[in-house]
């Protein structure tokens, strides 16, 4: 009769095995968690950042070919930019309705509200889309201007400028990405001589407190294409 063995690992073999695979499961999966949000994060940049652009080529056909922010004054461009986008909820920005509170890009200090509360789009997809459009008092040294913010994953976090939040301002028949180098924003002729901070380049950083940080983000995430990887793998 022959003798027949059975082979087999011990307690100690599948233990020490599975500790292997926990160790190599805690070092990778948080990394392809990172990897996957960050190019979810880029696909809704590149579509916010398309279906925007869209409506502004429509509206410039639609108003001879040209269109200027600062032919628009307290808060009538929204109601003209609205036109050309399938709306979920479109109507002034109401904090107490859901709305989230934006951090800056350092997430140290609440992001500029006063940038989103001339208007806001609701897309079908979730995009939510800010505009900021004041009145202009004769006694300022404010000029009529339009920006518009885009919220590219909806009411989802992170909730913060530069991360999920991006703006453009609307220039001489331009949508012009802020951050670059032709971005008329400035904060002397916007937000009046007293602004504290340095350059514009200050607002795209993660040490600066300032409520503006944030703002010069959308240029970087246009031209650096490891610019949400390098967020999210924080």
């Known amino acids: 009769m022959g ?5 087999g690992f011990t307690l100690a073999e599948v233990l020490i095995t599975l500790g292997i695979i926990g160790v ?8 392809l968690i990172n990897n996957y949000r960050a190019v979810e ?5 590149d579509k ?31 109601p003209v930019f609205q036109r050309y986008f399938k709306t979920v909820q ?3 920005v109401n904090y107490a309705k859901g709305l989230p509170t934006y951090r800056n890009f350092a997430g140290n200090a609440n992001f500029n509200q006063y940038f989103l509360d001339d208007g806001t789009l609701r897309l079908a997809d979730g ?5 900021e459009n004041p009145f202009i008092y004769a006694d300022t040294q404010y000029n009529a201007h339009v920006y518009i913010f885009a919220d590219i994953n ?5 909730n913060m400028a530069g991360k999920d939040l991006f703006g453009f301002q ?7 990405p802020m951050g670059a180098n032709d971005n008329a924003i400035q904060k002397d002729s916007y937000f009046g001589n007293g602004t504290s901070g340095n350059d514009e380049d200050d607002w795209c950083n993660e040490t600066s407190k300032s409520p503006y940080n944030g703002l010069s983000c959308t240029y970087k995430a246009l031209n650096d294409k490891n610019y949400f990887k390098k967020i999210f793998k924080k």
């Open 48 to 78: 916010a950042y398309s279906v925007i652009s869209q409506a502004f080529e429509l509206m410039k056909i639609d108003n001879e070919g040209y269109v200027d922010g600062r032919n628009y004054s307290g808060q009538t461009f929204v």
């Open 24 to 31: 190599v499961a805690a070092l990778t999966i948080p990394a």
């Open 154 to 158: 909806g009411l989802k976090k992170p």
């Open 3 to 7: 003798i027949k063995k059975k082979f």
């Open 127 to 131: 995009i939510l889309i800010f505009i």
């Open 170 to 176: 609307v220039t001489d028949n331009k949508l012009i």
């Open 41 to 45: 994060m880029k696909t809704r940049f």
């Open 90 to 92: 479109a109507g002034q």
